[in-house]
DNA sequence: ATCCTCCCCTAC
DNA sequence: TAAGGTAGGGGAGGAT
């Protein structure tokens, strides 16, 4: 920001080249050549895993900033690109030169080809790497180095199902090869028109080149009844690969697989029986598919073919209802192991011809867009995170396992059953005991109790987002179908748009989760995209909770679909009394626990009207793998036995927590990535090659065994806002302010659990050089290098802060260090380590059960002060609190609640008479007044209530979390009215949209501009800033203590006229109904708010974190759907209050001119700029009510 | 040996 | 037009 170096350009030139590229590469020329070049050769394939050369620039940089460590991190270079499903180098790919992949050309159309070179053996550097990988990435630039630039490219679309990195590129262009071809067959897609289930249970990929074609061989295989696998990622459940021609990597990798030739299809369909496979294996021997490769040699030994061992053969199977333990069933999880990545080497570099996304150019093109999109919007991330399902699924898990923790504890100290009776493995005793065996994880780590063998269960939703949105569309079960947010069935063609979850019947046309649309679209035209609808997922998702805790001893939460529970004691006990009718004799004749299993899916299905699968075994390992076996719509228990003869046709990543890396790890350095051959090798080679703790567990899990306890309870360790899509900056002013909004954001997590931070870590992630400015997927990052630097972050007395201006400021100097032009950013990242529970009191040490914001008391009230001195009280703590001691400096300022949470904390902070006005207004307007404003969030019910009162209903957790989860009830009765609780609490008043952080959190009130400002203006470091100093002007009376609101509420002159009420007439389109009434409730004290802001700034411009802060708000209204009347409302307060002023200015189209700093009172500079922040927020709600509700609001 | 830092990797 | 977040496990290499 302000640019002591300029911004752009300028900087560049300041530490790094240009470019980097011409610094880093000399510099990397110079440290380390050999490893560029070994890389080159080798292996290109694993980037990953290998080590990066070093150079540590640390020593170029100066340390950020005062003493702090920092590191410096010469970058990584970063992942790749994005799409690509199979494509992207891992994103770390930074550390090892990566090589770039051959060149492909289109994306789309791979050439046919592309070769692949046998896996090859790579060398590896040797060691040294680590430490720095990141800098071997900047010696790569595309030009210099030889290496180009880890080259991802990968063209348009194709974004793969694997998020990041995954495989290489031949694989990529494979895949996009295939959905070229599929594209062209035109196949239906609903294939399955024949009606047969000739093949059903199979699923096959085709590899290469074949007679009959792969269009025809798909066609064949989807009519049939079987699914055809376009290509093999990880995880993918492949039964037979079908294929001509096998090159020699190809024949390792598919060595443990089925491979046969398409005959086996072709006769069987003409035969109208499922011939036996075994008959038509492929033997390689031919010419393998256009191998150049070279390189590296191909290690073909084994040449052995295909085949499987197996000796279960085949595994089609069905589903595995009735499975029971029929060992002899495979499990046909096979997974394909293709994998690897082999990338075959480019003999050439290619310079990275990435493709760029034509409509993001030209949206981008346009400023008036770029102003409303992108990072630079503002309210952006109150509207990214409002749409971003990965940042939903994580504040989703954090909150369950904050509910999970509360119910338990309730539980232990509830009811009867104390917690004394400590593991009790029992089973006679109540849930309770369950409670208490939680406390074991902890400690014990051994398998504890022995009493009886564990059974736990992994209980999982089949297509959980599809499966919630069939919920109120069932005209489209059965129907391919697709949760992504673009719904224009015209517009998919050419859509990046991410699926989210694709049904089942989708799945049978190769898509995937993860994928693209438009790569979806080319494999089924007819696909169906239905929109996300986040707040069922959470409701649902407490529906299932709650019944999954019904029945548990304990309960990990995984995600908002997927848990791991313990029923160890309730089998016992279900053993003990046999409920069911059947033979009662033991259950020798019975499967128990799957009987258990088949009555939580029932129940599960009752409540949410969605299907989920479980997984049962003696482990959380096995259990995993015995859900795969299960999906879709069954349940599965694996033995042991079982899963011992399952091995031949299991791939590594077929193990949860071992992914692509580990794979080609394995392939590389083993020889084989198959768990059978993997059973002959000593615990001493596995962890040789992947590390000991690594190579330990998969030594254990070949055995099946798998001693960790399930974790329901563990301390947070550490608290991040990352936002690397729609990053697009054009000057430093707008990154800076958008750091602090970050940091806000930061703050706002780490007060909402009650801690602060000892540690920050900055990640940035720059353009690569060799990369397009705008990437294949719409505005992703694209292929970039990273920065990590890490500093010491100390509040007052040099003790861990939670305080989002020091975060902000600190983020900043980290940033400038880096001297990156604005316009290359493509991903910001803060992370706040070692974490200190906020000063004594509350919590109990060790965990942060502190639901999101603690409630205001639960218990005991008042006495909490527990937490008090919290900064931030805005969160939690009520109203007054004052700071908390801050030490000198900056200090205590005044907090504010972040993006993601604002929420009725603000309210409390509000001035003593502005919430009395409130509350008036509540009453004018005859709305049942809230007692309280509004119950701050989440208040999980608790302890004080001791027992759940569960039935009672109401505890409402209101407000932003999840809700609240009933502890256990009583298992016998299979919950029912735990689930009722459970339901209760969905429906939350209002709250509802999911807005950010907490999700759940309704349009925060703005008091926060005024704190903004605040903070804004001594953030502000000495140098001059942009702005005028004279902010801090009213501010420093803020300063000292921290409920700002104070302050500026001073100079609030008499209501200024407007005091508007827009006419009904005038009211915006967009929904009518309650207007009036509903909203504006905080409308009220938005529109002083923002009334205060303009006095403050008459005469200066307002920061740009101010506006953002506003657009924030004001988009969240929109959003959350709970108010665009609102939003309507203070636009229009807003324009008032600028019109009373600077009415002439209004329509001044003025365009450049950035209002320079100084002083510049000049009425016509700040008028103009006012105008124009009111405009940028104008457009960005627009922007957001366009796309949801197709229309526009009329602010006048 | 053991601990600490700096990443990578994985999962949803 | 799209919404590529986030936390914890663990490996590698250096410090102790
Ligand atoms: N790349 C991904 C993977 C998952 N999800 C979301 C949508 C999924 O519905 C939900 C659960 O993920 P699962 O891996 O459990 O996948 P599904 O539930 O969709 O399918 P299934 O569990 O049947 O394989 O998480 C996502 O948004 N993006
Ligand atoms: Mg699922």
Known sequence: ?????????????????????????????????????????????????????ILEPSSLEPPPCAQPTSNALPHISSDDEPEQPATRTPRHAGLHPQHPPFVISDDDEPSLLQVESPPLAQSRYKKRAHSVSSNDEPSRSPTNSPTGVSSSHLDSDTYGASRFGEF??????????????NAEMGDTPRGEASGSQLFKGLSIHINGWTEPSVQELRKLIVENGGIYQAYIDKKTLVTHIITCSLTPAKVREFKHMKVVKPEWLVQSAKAGVLLPWQDF????????????????????????ASKPRNSTLDGAKENPLSSDRNPSAPLHLLQAPSLHPSPPIAPVPKYAKHESNPAAQRAMADPTWRAAHTSAAPGFIAGYYANSRLHHLSMWKAELRTLVVEAQERAERGDFHTASRTSETGTGVSMRGAALVMKNPLKGKEKAGHKAERVVMHVDFDAFFVSAGLVSRPHLRGKPVVVCHSQHAQGGASSTSEIASASYEARKFGIKNGMSLQQAR????????????????????????????SHADDLQAVSVDEALIDVTSTVAQMRVVPTGANDDGDSSSTDIAKELAESMRAQIKAATGCIASIGIAPNIMLARLATRRAKPAGSFHLLPAAFRD????????????????????????????????????????????????????LY?????????KLESDKPRKS???????????????????????????????????????????????????????????????????????????????????????????????????????????????????????HTGSIPAPGHAHLPFRPAPNPTASGTIVGPAPKARAPSSAPVTAPSEPKGPGPAAGADLPSFSQLDMSVFEALPEDIRKELETEYERRSAPAPNKPEPPADLVPRANSVIPARGGGNDRPCGRGMGAVSSRGRRGSLGRDQARGATSWAHRPRGRGHG?????????????????????????PSQQPVRPSSPLRPLQRLEGRWAPPQGPHEYIPPPPPPRARFAEAERPVLRRGDADTAPVVEGVDVRRVVRAWVELFVRHVPHAEDVALVGGYLVRCVVTDVGAERAVGVMRWWGALLRRRWAVWEHADERDEEPEPGEDTRAEVVGMAWWRAYREVGDSLNAVVRKRFGGSLKFR
Not at 281 to 303: C, K, M, N, V
Not at 1013 to 1020: I, K, L, N, P, Y
Request: aromatic share 6%; hydrophobic share 35%.
């Open 700 to 708: 254990n899990s070949i055995r099946g065994k798998d001693d960790r």
């Open 168 to 181: 290489g590129e031949y694989m990529r262009r494979k895949r996009a090869k295939l959905q070229i071809q």
């Open 646 to 697: 399952l091995l031949p046709d299991l791939d590594i990543q077929d193990l949860h927590g071992f992914g692509r890396a580990a794979r080609d790890k394995a392939s590389e350095k083993l020889g084989t990535t198959n768990l059978g051959e993997l059973a002959g090798r000593s615990k001493a080679t596995l962890c040789d090659a992947l590390g000991n703790a690594t190579g330990e567990t």
């Open 996 to 1020: 950010r952080g907490g999700l759940l959190a309704l349009p925060p009130a703005p008091a926060p501009m005024i704190h903004s400002a605040a903070r804004g203006a001594r953030v502000r």
């Open 719 to 837: 608290v991040s806002c990352d936002i690397n899509y729609g990053i697009r900056f054009e000057n430093d002013d707008q990154v800076e302010a958008f750091i602090h909004q970050m940091s806000e954001e930061v703050a706002h997590r780490l007060d909402a659990i009650n801690m602060k931070g000892r540690s920050l870590t900055l990640k940035i992630m720059k353009r690569d050089p060799s990369a397009p400015v705008e990437p294949p997927k719409f505005m992703g990052h694209g292929q970039c290098v990273t920065y990590n630097k890490q500093s010491a972050l100390a509040g007052p007395y040099g003790h861990a802060t939670s305080d989002p201006r020091l975060i902000g400021s600190l983020s900043w100097r980290l940033l400038r260090t880096l001297s990156i032009p604005p316009r290359e950013l493509r991903g910001i990242s803060i992370h706040i380590q070692k974490l200190d529970a």
């Open 281 to 304: 294996i492929f033997l390689p021997g031919g010419r393998p598919e256009s191998a150049h490769g070279r390189l590296a040699q191909s290690s073909l030994t084994e040449f052995s």
């Open 1 to 53: 920001m302000v640019s002591p170096h300029s911004p752009t350009t300028s900087n560049s030139s300041a530490l790094f080249g240009s470019d980097d590229t011409s610094f880093l590469e000399a510099l990397g020329a110079a440290v380390l050549p050999g490893d560029v070049a070994q890389a080159q050769n080798g292996d290109a394939h694993r980037l990953s895993s290998s080590p990066s050369p």
């Open 522 to 549: 080319r494999l089924c035209p007819d696909l169906v995209t239905i929109p996300y609808e986040f707040e069922r997922y959470r409701q649902l998702s407490l529906e299932f909770y709650t019944i999954l805790m």
